[in-house]
């Protein structure tokens, strides 16, 4: 797919079929995810992998209200970070993890995989699964699978406000 059809044909997808990721798109999903840009370039980030099922289930239970589909995902990919000490890096982490996640879901749609997010709201939960270390927390997951509905295509119309909305030329 061409850049601007992935970033037209990526949604949130959270209804996957049982195909696997390949350990191939799975790596470079991940890859695209580290050469994201962050302030000052201090990557922030930790991505652990979870492509067990009955840890999936697990780690679902962390959000209940949003994230069940990831018990249903292929693989979902945690997005791990140290605890911020001040404000100002708790808003850039969250600005940088943000980047992170936009690019792993486009190189993902690129490859016709589909991406949901899902909060996380148990952390006692998500670490007794993902097993990372004090001091740290995971901001989000993003799960990952072959979309059940239909394949990954460029939306004709997305839900969005409209462009002359949200674009100020020159000045607001
Ligand atoms: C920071 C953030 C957190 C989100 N958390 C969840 C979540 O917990 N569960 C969920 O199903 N979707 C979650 N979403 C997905 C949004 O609801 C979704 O991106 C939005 O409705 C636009 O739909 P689209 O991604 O299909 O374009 C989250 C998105 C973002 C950016």
């Known amino acids: 797919m061409e850049t601007w059809d992935a970033i037209r044909a ?35 980030w930790n991505f652990v992998v979870v492509t ?17 589909h990831v018990a249903r995902s292929a693989a979902t990919v945690a997005l791990v970070a140290a605890e911020p000490n001040d404000e100002l890096s708790r808003d850039w982490l969250q600005y940088d993890l943000g980047q992170a996640t936009a690019n ?9 995989i589909g991406s949901g997010h899902s909060a996380v709201h148990d952390q006692q939960r998500a670490r007794r699964v993902l097993g990372f270390p004090d001091g740290h927390f995971a901001a989000c997951m993003i799960a990952f699978g072959y979309p059940v509905d239909r394949p990954l295509a460029p939306l004709a119309r ?3 406000r409209p462009f002359d909305e949200v674009v100020h030329w020159d000045r607001w």
């Open 52 to 68: 067990d099922r009955a840890n999936l289930v697990e780690l679902a239970k962390a959000w209940p209200r949003g994230g069940t």
């Open 104 to 112: 792993m879901m486009l190189a993902a749609a690129d490859l016709g």
């Open 10 to 44: 990526r949604r949130n997808v959270r209804q996957y079929t049982e195909a696997p990721i390949g350990a191939d798109e799975l790596e470079r999903i991940l890859e695209a995810g580290r050469r994201a840009p962050s302030a000052g370039n201090w990557q922030p």
């Open 158 to 160: 997305p839900n969005r």
